[in-house]
């Protein structure tokens, strides 16, 4: 167990809607990660978060954002659906800034998202 | 974009034999680490080799990283049936705030 959360584990939605991904970070842990994980584009980085700011930006869609709250933990808002937008999507997080140095990441179960 | 390519993209081995991973990327790095997955499961952080370091162990896992040639191995001894995952290579590249993860090499371990 990483100690990192995230809900739903599945969820199966039609295109053009909108979803919400939840993540809990490891206590104590400052930042927070988003990765896709497709079988076609592996694993891809779409956005970090550290102490509610965002840090670092990957190839997240104008379609999806994230935020960070105060308690520290993350939402992926995925919205205007697409057949493509099918993955696991991934939080992690670390104690670390991230900026000079990225060290381990503890990853969540994941949250599989089906777009019919 | 891809970072890190894992070579081979699948491997099966017998129990008892070993396995090595390599990886190879394109920028000058930080730190290079490799984790494992677990089919549909999340990733799991198994060792973290800095750039300024030639080689690392950890248990049965050995991590080598060559900066000139930019590539990085893993090598996993006496393997068990329960070592059967798929291995990803990450790099911390230099002026990057995250990892960039490989494609992965699916590892088979027949029992």
């Known amino acids: 167990d990483s100690g990192v959360t995230q809900t739903p584990k599945h969820l199966i939605t039609a295109t053009g809607q909108r979803v919400t991904l939840r993540c809990s970070p490891r206590?104590?842990?400052?930042?927070v990660y988003w990765y896709q994980q497709s079988l076609d584009q592996g694993l891809q980085f779409l956005i970090q978060y550290y102490n509610g700011e965002e840090r670092a930006k990957g190839n997240i869609l104008e379609r999806f954002s994230a935020q960070q709250f105060p308690d520290l933990h993350s939402e992926l808002n995925l919205s205007s659906l697409e057949l493509g937008d099918s993955a696991l999507y991934f939080c992690?997080?670390?104690?670390?800034?991230?900026?000079?140095?990225?060290?381990?990441?503890?990853f969540g179960e994941g949250s599989r998202l089906t777009v019919l | 974009s891809q970072q890190g390519e894992e070579d081979p993209q699948a491997l099966s081995i017998q129990e008892g034999e070993n396995a090595t991973m390599n990886c190879s990327y394109k920028?000058?790095?930080?730190?290079l680490q490799w984790y494992r997955q677990n089919s549909g499961r999340g990733l799991v952080h198994l060792i973290l080799i800095r750039s300024n370091e030639r080689e690392k162990h950890s248990g049965r896992l050995r991590v080598t990283l060559d900066t000139s040639k930019k590539s990085s191995s893993l090598l996993i001894t006496a393997s068990r049936a329960a070592d059967t995952a798929s291995y990803f290579c990450?790099?911390?590249?230099?002026?990057?705030?995250?990892?960039?993860f490989g494609s992965g090499t699916r590892l088979q371990v027949q029992p």
């Open positions: 990450a790099t911390d590249a230099t002026g990057r705030r995250a990892l960039t």
């Open positions: 206590s104590g842990d400052l930042s």
């Open positions: 992690a997080s670390s104690p670390k800034s991230g900026g000079t140095d990225t060290g381990e990441l503890f």
């Open positions: 920028t000058s790095i930080n730190n």
